[in-house]
């Protein structure tokens, strides 16, 4: 069964930063990985994603703020959120796509950033 392991939330004050792991288990060569995002209320919303070339795209809300990053040696994709803000404030998804671009996705991690 394919697992995604998500780690790296919690509670920041503004202007702080946190990094946000996930590692992908029982899945074969990965494709795209990305994170998203869901604030209460609202849609869930692509964050950032990087593909097997290492191209990468953000959202205009976190961009030069968070960067995302892949090892594909540990099926592992990272989000490195700094600069805070009590808008990013959400629940986070690691989604991965396979080889044959079946997307899974995480249970997500809470990202709480305080004022």
């Known amino acids: 069964q394919v697992q995604l392991v998500e780690s790296g939330g919690g509670l920041v004050q503004a202007g702080g930063s946190l990094r946000l792991s996930c590692v992908a288990s029982g899945i074969s060569t990965i494709n795209a990985m990305g994170w998203y995002r869901q604030a209460p209320g609202k849609q869930r919303e692509l964050v950032a994603t990087i593909t097997s070339d290492g191209s990468t795209n953000y959202a205009d809300s976190v961009k030069g703020r968070f960067t995302i990053s892949r090892d594909n040696t540990k099926n592992t994709v990272y989000l490195q959120m700094n600069s805070l803000k009590p808008e990013d404030t959400a629940v986070y998804y690691c989604?991965?796509?396979?080889?044959?671009?079946?997307?899974?996705w995480g249970q997500g991690t809470q990202v709480t950033v305080s004022s």
């Open positions: 989604k991965v796509n396979s080889l044959f671009l079946v997307s899974y």
